[in-house]
């Protein structure tokens, strides 16, 4: 598996990312991908990042595992977190990566224009079904917690479907917290969702 910056190369499987964890039904309040154009002008540019590799790399059990662990709200998760990647910036190298497929993404967005929130984004990140268990999440986010870190960005927030149990598990441990549940906050599909907020405040920034 490599981490790598989005590019508009890898268009087409991020947003194909984007719906499958749309269509899961628990990854966010959207019901249909944007554009690339879309996606492209409300995420940084600096802070977005893939995971390239092979699905066939995955053990059968996760391959088939589609509908487990499942996505979250903003944070768009679908990976469970191992113990099997680097909690540092660095990529997990392979070689070939011009054959490798995208397994997720993590992008932010700005939460404000104010000069007060200038250090103050909002994230999500998604992992494809076919990937899930192996750590594809846990590298994202710690690619971009050291970008966003290097950047003078202070927080990153999100907000996680409470029903997804893995995902909040996963931000715990790279060091989120939970800052309160915002109840009935939307209507997805008819029914009133609650939304956990979260957020982790960098120690290295101050």
Do not use: K
């Amino acid at each position: 598996m490599n981490v790598v910056p989005m590019t508009a190369a890898h268009a087409e499987q991020v947003l194909a990312v984007y719906r499958l964890g749309i269509e899961e039904g628990d990854a966010t309040f959207e019901t249909r991908a944007p554009t690339w154009a879309e996606f492209d002008a409300a995420r940084l540019t600096e802070h977005r990042f893939v995971a390239l590799g092979d699905f066939a790399a995955a053990p059968a059990a996760h391959r088939a595992d589609a509908g487990t662990a499942g996505p979250v709200a903003t944070a768009g998760v679908t990976d469970v977190p191992s113990d099997d990647v680097p909690s540092a910036a660095g990529a997990v190298g392979v070689a070939g990566d011009r054959d490798a497929r995208v397994l997720g993404w993590v992008a932010v967005s700005a939460v404000s224009d104010r000069c007060a929130y200038a250090g103050v984004v909002e994230h999500s990140v998604y992992v494809h079904p076919a990937a899930r268990g192996r750590g594809v999440a846990r590298a994202l986010l710690a690619r971009l917690i050291a970008s966003t870190e290097a950047a003078g960005i202070w927080t990153i927030q999100s907000g996680v479907f409470p029903e997804n149990e893995a995902s909040l598990a996963l931000h715990r441990r790279m060091g989120f917290r939970v800052i309160g549940t915002r109840e009935r906050i939307g209507l997805h599909h008819g029914l009133w969702r609650d939304v956990v907020l979260l957020e982790r405040r960098s120690a290295t920034v101050v």
